[in-house]
Structure formats: C-alpha cells, structure tokens
C-alpha cells in the first residue's frame, strides 16, 4: 500500500529563502527553484496575487502605483504572512499536480534563530497551502548536509550559510547544533552596499537588479592585485541632473563597496569560533570550515576569509542547492535522520 499512495503523493521539501525558493519532491530531487517574489494589485482592499516568482521578479522595482512586487520573506523569515502563504501555495500546487489524491507530508527549512511564533507562521503556511503535515529542520543542519558535511560524526564541523537575508554560521557535532549564530548579512546587504557606493562616489543611482548584477558578475571580496581588475558597464540615473547616465565600475571599487559587508561575515566567523569548546575548535582548525549559499559565490570571499581567520576554506559543490538538498535528505532517509525534523513544536 505504502508504495500506492507514495505514487499519488509528493512529499516535499521547502527551502524558503529570502532570495529564492527550492522545492524538492522526494524521489526526483530538486524540480522548482525560483525568486521568492510575489506580485500584487490590491482591489477592494484584497490582495490579488498577479505573478509569482521568475515572473514577479521581472516587475521587481518596475510596477506602476496599483501594482506591488514584494519578496515576502525578510531576514529569512516570514515579513509578509498572507502573501508568504500565497507564495508556498503557488509553488506546492506547480509541483503536486495530482492534489486529489493525498496531501504531501512537507519538511520546511528555519533559520537557526527563527522565534516560536516565526516557527507557528511558516508551520500554518504550509499547511493551509495543502500539506499533511509540516516539519521544520534547522537551515544550518539542512546546509551541512546538502554539502555532504559528516554531521553525525563525533567531530567538530562548521558550516557558513550566506543567503539573501542572513548569514548562519554553525558548529555542529553529533548531528546536533553546539553553536550556532545568524547575522543579518548576506547578498542583500551586499547589494544595498554597492548602491549606496554608487550614490556616494559616482552619484549614480542604480537600482536593486543593476547593484545584484554587478555583484555577481565582477564582484570581489578583495582588492585585485593591479589595483583594478576587470570592469563593466553600468546605467543608471545622474543624481546630479536627474538624467540616465553610462559608467564603468570595476572591481577594486566593488570590492571597496563590499568591505563592510565581508568584515561582518568574517567576525560572525570569529565569534563562533571563539565560542566554540577547544575540543571541537581544535577539529574545525584541522577540517576547515564549509561555505554554503549564494553569497558563497562571491569572488574570492574564500580567500578573503582564509587570510582573516586562518582556517582553511571550502566552497561546497552546488552551494545554492545544499539546504534544499539536505533538506531532501532529511527526507528521503527520515528514518536516520529522525531526531534532526521536529513535527510538533
Ligand atoms: N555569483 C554570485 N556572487 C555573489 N553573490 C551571489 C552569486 N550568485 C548568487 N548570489 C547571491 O546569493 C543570494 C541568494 O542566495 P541563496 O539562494 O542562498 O539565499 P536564500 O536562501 O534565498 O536566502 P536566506 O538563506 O538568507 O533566506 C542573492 O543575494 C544573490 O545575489
Ligand atoms: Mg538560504
């Protein structure tokens, strides 16, 4: 029977970020994998929904006043409840097309430092939107095991998971988490930090998808050798007289831009280790420590934080994958990995 039903359902796991959103079925990995954006008219006071995701993020700062484009995950977290719900919605109905048959048991990823209450909303989300049930797994035990870390070893491993919202970084033994610690830094701080670069040195003004594309295109965590390294153009408008203008931005002046953003992400680092019993730092100094999340993809934030901290430093395969992939883990073997999902808090 167990095989039946297993046919009809899809059993899924949620990584809800602040930038994207990755749905995994259970026995076909990750099929979905979108901007988590919405699009809105509000009518009779009522939000109707317009677009969702890759669509919504097109209209992203180009809506005419009746229409809003929002990401309604803030630091991780749920910021704008019914359109969150909306959202979750959307994307398990685009991947659980045979929805008269059974509802989905659903594992969702929450920051470390996600609240009771922020835990409840993201729970009653996901079941209002048609799960059967709802577990929640930590996003930094997800990340490590996404990037295929041994979490369940009697050793010391530290995982940094640098999104959209919040960078997590964690130190796990045992399967379990012995510190952990969130930050509100990641590639959306990155991009506000090249924008208001931009306005102070160049009084450029750019908007969210030019900063996002300059980041990901040449941007760096340290200073190029010659001084400059590779350039690219930009537009944007001339704060000075109000018209479109034309500039070139390399990348000794995005790195220039990034460099509070890196320092935050490489103290969280140092904090955690210092933090850490010596036992557990001693193992962490030997492994290195493990980056995961888009913001890992930074140019050589690696090696920026190699020469901070003195660790050595990895950039797990598919980095923008692993906490969907470790959340798809956790279930397809729920069995192991039992004590890691909590249904009921
Ligand atoms: N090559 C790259 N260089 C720098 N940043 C990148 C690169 N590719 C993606 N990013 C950034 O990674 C971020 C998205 O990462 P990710 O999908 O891990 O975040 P998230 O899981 O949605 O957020 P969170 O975990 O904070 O909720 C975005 O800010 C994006 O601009
Ligand atoms: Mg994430």
């Known amino acids: 029977m167990a095989g039946i039903s297993s046919i009809f359902t899809s059993d899924m796991a949620i990584d809800l970020g602040t930038a994207n959103t990755l749905v995994y079925v259970k026995g076909r990995g990750i099929i979905l994998n979108e901007p988590s954006v919405v699009a809105y008219h509000v009518k009779d006071g009522k939000k109707q929904v317009l677009a969702v995701g890759e669509d919504a993020k097109l209209m992203l700062g180009r809506t005419p006043g009746s229409i809003q484009a929002i990401r309604p995950m803030r630091d991780g977290v749920i910021a704008d ?125 750019v908007g969210d998808s030019t900063a996002e594309r300059i980041k990901t295109s040449i941007g760096t965590a340290r200073m190029p050798d010659d001084g400059r390294g590779a350039a690219m153009q930009i537009r944007g408008r001339d704060l000075l007289n109000g018209v479109p203008k034309e500039s070139e931005i390399n990348q000794a002046q995005v790195a220039e831009a990034l460099a509070e953003p890196v320092q935050q992400i490489c103290e969280a680092v140092m904090v955690a280790l210092e933090a850490t019993p010596p036992d557990l730092a001693a193992d962490i100094v030997d492994r290195g420590v493990m980056l995961t999340g888009g913001g890992a993809l930074l140019g050589e934030l690696d090696l920026a934080l190699r020469e901070q901290t003195g660790l050595s430093i990895s950039v797990a395969n598919e980095s923008l994958n692993c906490v969907a992939l470790g959340t ?17 808090s």
Do not use: W
């Not at 797994?137 to 990340?143: C, K, N, T």
């Not at 960078?167 to 990155?190: C, F, N, Q, W």
């Not at 798809?328 to 009921?344: P, T």
């Open 81 to 205: 409840f019914d359109v969150a719900e909306e959202m979750i919605k959307h994307f398990m109905r685009k991947v659980h097309k045979r929805s008269t048959f059974a509802k989905p048991k659903v594992i969702v990823c929450v920051p470390y430092g996600a609240t009771p209450v922020e835990k409840r909303a993201i729970r009653q989300s996901v079941i209002s939107a048609g799960a059967r049930r709802a577990g929640l797994i930590a996003e930094p035990i997800a990340a490590a095991i996404g990037s295929g870390m041994p979490i369940t070893d009697p050793t010391g491993s530290m995982i940094v998971d640098i999104g959209g919202g919040t960078t997590e970084v964690a130190v796990l033994s045992l399967g379990d988490i012995v510190y952990a610690r969130s930050v509100r830094v990641g590639g959306d701080r990155m991009d506000e930090a090249i924008i208001s670069y931009l306005r102070r040195q160049h009084n450029l003004l």
């Open 328 to 344: 798809g883990k956790a279930l397809e073997y729920e069995k192991q990995l039992r004590h890691v999902i909590d249904y009921d």
